[in-house]
């Protein structure tokens, strides 16, 4: 039975640098494509990165060229690093993987940026 757990995140000004991590446990991440999704206050859930198990990125463009991420995979663990932060990626961060028909997802982690 795996699980992933987040850490990171918190209070900000705009501008700002943050990263969070999603560390598998049970889980071989390092074999699993890894996407990171948001929810701000009464909006939906969006999709804002992924990294899949070759190595390959893609961002939303509301992200793209601020966001980061990247893979340990002695420690499991996928990090996000969020440059030039905007009061609009404010909300609570998401990691998720897809294993043999189940999704994990981690507890989530809340941004909050400030102007």
């Known amino acids: 039975q795996g699980q992933l757990v987040q850490s990171g995140g918190g209070l900000v000004q705009a501008g700002g640098s943050l990263r969070l991590s999603c560390t598998a446990h049970g889980i071989l991440l390092r074999n699993e494509n890894v996407d990171w999704y948001r929810q701000a206050p009464g909006l939906q859930r969006e999709w804002v990165t992924g990294l899949t198990s070759y190595g390959t990125t893609d961002y939303a463009d509301s992200v793209k060229g601020r966001f980061t991420l990247s893979r340990d995979i002695d420690s499991e663990t996928v990090y996000l690093e969020m440059n030039s932060l905007k009061p609009e990626d404010t909300g609570v961060y998401y990691c998720?993987?897809?294993?043999?028909?189940?999704?994990?997802w981690g507890q989530g982690t809340q941004v909050t940026v400030f102007s």
């Open positions: 998720t993987t897809l294993v043999r028909g189940y999704d994990f």
